[in-house]
C-alpha cells in the first residue's frame, strides 16, 4: 500500500495509523453529515487494519462525539470481528479438521 | 406521523441506492428510501467484491456484461468526487473435471453468442496469468479479461450520493413493519419512523424480502444462505485477476488496497438468518487457499465476516412487479452475484415502475416462471 505524500503539510495528524487516515479526511466526512462510526470504516477504511482500531476507534469516538455534541459513550462503536490478532494463513491450516 | 411520496424503495443496499438514483433521474418527483441500518450494511458491504460477465445463462450474461460496461464511465455518471475502485483484471474459472470442462465450453459457447470477451486457456497459458497458481489437477480454465473488482461502499455511496443530489430523501436506522394495502393496491409503507404513503413500492430488501412480500399475502422462492468471507492484511501486488474454483468452491481475488478478499461456498449450509463467523472456515479456506496459491502461506488474516445470498431455486434474480399486488415490485433473489448486476438492475426497475418501455425482456426474470416450470438454472455459482 503506498503511503500519502505529506512532504509539504506542515502538520498532519494521523488518526488511523494502520489505513493511514488523517484527521482532515475524517472531518472533510463528518461535516458532510456522515457521523456513523459504521460508514466512516467503510468510505475511509479507519479502522480496517491490522489492529482492527484497537489504536484508532476511541480516537475516532472522541472526534466524532465533539461533532456531535454528544458524550463519547453514546458513540455506537463498530462491530467487532474475529479475529483477535492476525494470523497467517499457513498457521490456520493446522490443528484438527472440524467433526 | 403520515408522509407521501410518489415511490418508496426498501432497502439502502447497492440495488435499493441504484433503484431510488435511477427513479429521481427518470423524473420520479418524490423518492424515499427507507433502510432499517445503514447503506450497504446487508450483503452489499460484505460481498466478495467481484464483477464477471463469464455466466452460463443468457438472462445473467445480459445484466452482468452491460452492468460491467456502466461501471466503466460510473464515477462520470454519477458525478462521485471519489474512486469506486473500478479494475478490470480478469477472472480465471478454474475446471478441475472433464464435465466442468465440457460445461465450461457450453458457457464460451452463450458468451460468445452475446458478445463476451471469454477464452478457454490451457494450464500453461494459467501460469502465465497467474504465475502463482498451482496447476496440480488443472483441466484448463475459462478466462474474460473484462470482469474484475469493483468497490461495493464506495460504488452504493456514489449512487447515494448522486440519488440525494436528485432529491431523494434516505432514511437509515428506519425498519419497514408493514405493507398497507387499498383492496389489491399498494398504500405504502409503514415503518419505525411513522407512515409513508405512495403508489409505487419496490422491496430491495435482499434475503427480507420474502418476509417482506409475505406481508402482502405473495410468497416468494427466496432462502438466506450464509456465506463466510476473509480479507488479509495489504501486500505487493501477487494476483491480477480473481481466481475462483467451483470445485473447491472458492474465489480469491487481490483488490486493489492490496489485501485478499477470499471465501467459500459451504454445500451444507442450512437455509436460515445465521451471520456468526466461525473457526471451521478459517481452517478450510485456509487449506484450499494455501494449496492454489502457496504464496499466500505467509500472508496474515485481518479479519473475517459473513453475509446472506438470497438464494432462489434456480440461482437467478426475481425482478419485476406482483401481479397480484398493483403498485409492488420486488428486485432480489440474486443468489450471490447482485452487487455486478445492480447498475442495470437500478435502470431496468425504474423503467418498469414508472410504466416506461424497459429496455431488456424484464418478463424473463419474473416471478412468473417458478409457477410455470420456465427456469434458468445457473450452474456457475460458488
Ligand atoms: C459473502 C458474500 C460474497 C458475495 N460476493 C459477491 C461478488 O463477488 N459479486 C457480486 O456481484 N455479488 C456478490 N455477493 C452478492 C451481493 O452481495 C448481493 O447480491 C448484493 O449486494 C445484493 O444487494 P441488495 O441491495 O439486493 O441487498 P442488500 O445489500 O442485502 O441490501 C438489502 C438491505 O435491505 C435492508 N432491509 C431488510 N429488511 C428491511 C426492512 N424491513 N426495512 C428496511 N430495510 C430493510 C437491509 O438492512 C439491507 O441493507 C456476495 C454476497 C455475500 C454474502
Ligand atoms: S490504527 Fe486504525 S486500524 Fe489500526
Known sequence: MAGKEYAKREEVTVICRCEDVTLEEIRTLINQGITDMEQLKRLLRVGMGPCQGRTCSALLAGEIARATGKYVGEVKLTTFRPLTAPIK?????RGETHD | MTKTADAVVIGGGIVG????????KLGC??????EEKYLASGATGRCGAGVRMQWGTEPNCILARDSIKMLENLEEEL??????EF????YLLLAYTEKMVEQFHMNIGLQHRLGIPSCWVTPEEVKEIVPHLNTQGLHGATYCPKDGHCNPFKTTDAYAQAAKRLGVEILTYTKVTDLPRNSDRIKGVETTAGIIEAPLVIACAGAYTRQLARLVGVDLPIYPERHQILVTEPVEPLLGPMVMSFYHGTYCQQVPHGGFLMG?????EVKDFNEDSTWQFLHEMAAKITFMLPVLKEVRVVRQW???????PDKTQILGAIPEVPGFFVAAGFSGHGFMMAPVVGKLMAEVMLGLEPQYPIEMYGVKRFAEGSL???????
Request: aromatic letters at 8%; charged letters at 15%.
Open chain 1, 89 to 93: 494463513l499457513e498457521v490456520l491450516t
Open chain 2, 17 to 24: 441506492c441504484a433503484t431510488a438514483y435511477n427513479l429521481a
Open chain 2, 29 to 34: 418527483k418524490k423518492v424515499v428510501l427507507v
Open chain 2, 79 to 84: 458525478e462521485y468526487p471519489g474512486s469506486i
Open chain 2, 87 to 90: 479494475k478490470q483484471s480478469g
Open chain 2, 264 to 268: 467459500l461456498g459451504d454445500p451444507h
Open chain 2, 306 to 312: 459473513s453475509g446472506l445470498y438470497d438464494l432462489t
Open chain 2, 376 to 382: 434458468y438454472v445457473e450452474p456457475s455459482v460458488v
